[in-house]
């Protein structure tokens, strides 16, 4: 397998500081995360000799496309760093390593190459990525065979083609159309490293539960398509799975981006299509410049400091609070374009916007951005300044004011400042 060496256009990264690259930018970001899965594959292969690198090889020659939008996929780059990680550590388990095999023979099946394969099985299923799960109960590994392009499960009961036949798990999926912009994603619920997040991923969830996400999930790239259509854009070429989390508390919603992971991230199901829409944004934004940072170095990582983030109770990082704002600087523009459809999208942009403000300005003048993190933060703050002249009730404009002063205070309290 080869790597290519990527580097971001100065223009690119320009429209990226901005909170908006465009598709074109999105799908540079992707092409350098395979790479980096492409790194990461290679040097897990090194290990240990696995008969799956050799089918994945034959994949790769016969459809690189196919083997590309295999391996490119964010959960494969989602086992890829954690297992990396576990070998280091010395902690790789075979089941870890042996989940290659399942990476290959989808990418075989997808490539129109045959071969054979030993699945390992997590927690009494046996995953192929991106297409489902097979329930094997205390069985240890099963053997999954492709011929043809299709999928064959191989037992004693004899052979049976996947997807299909008792015990299959299909990875369901969230699909809209709005605007003329569609979307398709997975919903998750059955990769074995979709973990990572601040609280554990959902199991297998019940196909009425299923139905509530598909039904906010429409209406909320309704909003995004309709209001943000750049954005819709953006999601479109660059988020390819949600993985649900375990609702620990109805009261609130959770949500993460995994760093090592672009194009996925987890939540628990959003109470309204607004609510989905400002996450769906939030969330990307995360893993926008996660994929950056994997290619620009933006601040100086001996900056020992701890600063104010108004959206966190905890003092942050530099490269954390960098983090926010930037997630932040998208919030605000989604809840500006959903002023007059969303009662209070009002007072959440006069809120949010200042929040930005505050936190860049906590960026700038911390004296640890790099050359081009200067650049970057240069560009965020012409986004951030064009947010706070949008005009907004005087009244709004206030009681936001004196909600930031409180959080401060409050954060001055907790923290001892």
Do not use: C
């Not at 320009?14 to 992707?30: H, K, T, V």
């Not at 690198?53 to 989602?78: C, K, M, N, S, Y």
């Amino acid at each position: 397998m080869t790597v290519a060496v990527h580097r971001l256009a100065p223009d690119a990264l320009a429209a990226l500081a901005g909170g908006l690259g465009g598709a074109e930018a999105i799908r540079e970001l992707r092409r350098t995360q395979l790479s980096k899965h492409l790194l990461l594959i290679r040097f897990l292969l090194e290990q240990a000799s696995d008969p799956a690198g050799e089918l994945l090889e034959r994949a790769r020659q016969a459809d690189p496309a196919a083997f590309h939008r295999v391996l490119g996929d964010p959960l494969t780059g989602g086992w890829a760093a954690i297992t990396g990680r576990a070998v280091l550590q010395g902690e790789a388990s075979a089941g870890d390593l042996g989940y290659l095999s399942a990476i290959a023979v989808v990418a075989a099946a997808r490539a129109g190459v045959d071969g054979s394969v030993t699945v390992p099985v997590h927690h009494g299923l046996a995953v192929l990525p991106g297409a489902g799960a097979i329930e094997a109960g205390d069985a240890a590994t099963v053997e999954v065979s492709t011929t043809g392009g299709r999928l064959f499960r191989l037992s004693t009961d004899g052979v049976v083609e996947l997807p299909g036949g008792d015990g299959w798990l299909p990875v369901r999926r969230l699909t809209a159309d709005a605007r003329g912009q569609s979307i398709d994603l997975a919903l998750d619920d059955v990769h074995p490293y979709r973990h990572g997040h601040h609280v554990p991923p959902a199991n297998r969830l019940p196909g009425d539960e299923v139905r509530r996400w598909q039904e906010t999930f429409t209406g909320a790239w309704a909003l995004l398509a309709t209001g943000l259509p750049e954005r819709a854009a953006e999601l479109a070429a660059g988020l390819e799975t949600l993985v649900p989390l375990l609702q620990t508390d109805p009261r609130s919603a959770r949500s993460a981006t995994i760093r090592h992971a672009f194009g996925v991230f987890g939540l628990t199901r959003p109470g309204t299509p607004a609510d989905f829409a400002v996450t769906l944004v939030h969330e990307f934004q995360h893993s926008k410049l996660s994929a950056i940072l994997d290619l620009v170095q933006l601040t100086d990582p001996d900056d020992e400091g701890r600063y104010f983030a108004p959206w966190r109770t905890d003092p942050r990082p530099l490269p954390g609070l960098l983090q926010g704002v930037y997630a932040f600087a998208g919030v605000a523009d989604t809840w500006r374009a959903l002023r007059g459809v969303i009662p209070v999208a009002e007072a959440r942009f006069a809120e949010t916007r200042l929040q930005v403000d505050r936190g860049l300005t906590a960026v700038e003048e911390s004296g640890s951005l790099t050359a081009d993190g200067l650049r970057f933060t240069a560009e965020l703050r012409r986004t951030a300044d064009r947010l706070l002249a949008e005009p907004v009730p005087d009244a709004v404009a206030r009681e936001a004011r004196d909600t930031l002063a409180r959080i401060h205070g409050a954060w001055q309290d907790r923290n001892g400042h």
